[in-house]
T-cell receptor, first 112, second 113 residues
């Protein structure tokens, strides 16, 4: 059974710092991995999708990497801003399945 | 496109009542997912439709839960009778093709008293 873990559970940084959020999964047989952002009381916003054959994806200040063999992904946020404050969720789609298996999230607070 | 539309956004009901949650997918998306989010269990898939056909309902907790997708532009998730432990945020998500990402609606926050 695929399990997804995110570390740390919470992170507080001053504005301008570069930071890394970690995601690990127990079964390397995945189809893709998706990073989401969730603001309090809101839905999920898709940030980046990495297919199993890819190593990384970039969008603006965000860069996500994938090491399928070791069961790890990282989300790098450059020059953090207060508007980046949210919960970040990692989700993997296991091979042969359509569903996403979610991690428990990292709650990020960026202080001005 | 307006994105995935869910209604109602908030629902408060009493134990034993029937609850119906609604979802309108993004036009052209042929896969639809219902998820439930709780503090204890995080986000979990309840059911998945492809081309309006239920494919995987293994996450539906019990017979009190049912879901339908009568056409490509509408889906419902029904709980009858509702119980306090059903209190959660229910999300609908859709996807355009197998290679693409899932897009989530704003969710319905359900409170069962």
């Amino acid at each position: 059974k695929q399990e997804v873990t995110q570390i740390p559970a919470a992170l507080s940084v001053p504005e301008g710092e570069n930071l890394v959020l970690n995601c690990s999964f127990t079964d390397s047989a995945i189809y893709n991995l998706q990073w989401f952002r969730q603001d309090p009381g809101k839905g999920l916003t898709s940030l980046l999708l990495i297919q199993s054959s890819q190593r990384e994806q970039t969008s603006g200040r965000l860069n996500a990497s994938l090491d399928k063999s070791s069961g790890r992904s990282t989300l790098y946020i450059a020059a953090s801003q207060p508007g980046d404050s949210a919960t970040y969720l990692c989700a993997v789609r296991p091979s042969g399945f359509q569903k996403l298996v979610f991690g428990t999230g990292t709650r990020l607070l960026v202080s001005p | 496109d307006a994105g995935v539309i869910q209604s109602p956004r908030h629902e408060v009901t009493e134990m034993g009542q029937e609850v119906t949650l609604r979802c309108k997918p993004i036009s052209g998306h042929n896969s639809l997912f219902w998820y439930r989010q709780t503090m204890m269990r995080g986000l979990e898939l309840l059911i998945y439709f492809n081309n309006n056909v239920p494919i995987d309902d293994s996450g539906m907790p019990e017979d009190r839960f049912s879901a339908k997708m009568p056409n490509a532009s509408f889906s419902t998730l029904k709980i009858q009778p509702s119980e306090p432990r059903d209190s959660a945020v229910y999300f609908c998500a859709t996807r355009g093709s197998s290679y693409n990402e899932q897009f989530f609606g704003p969710g319905t926050r359900l409170t069962v008293l």
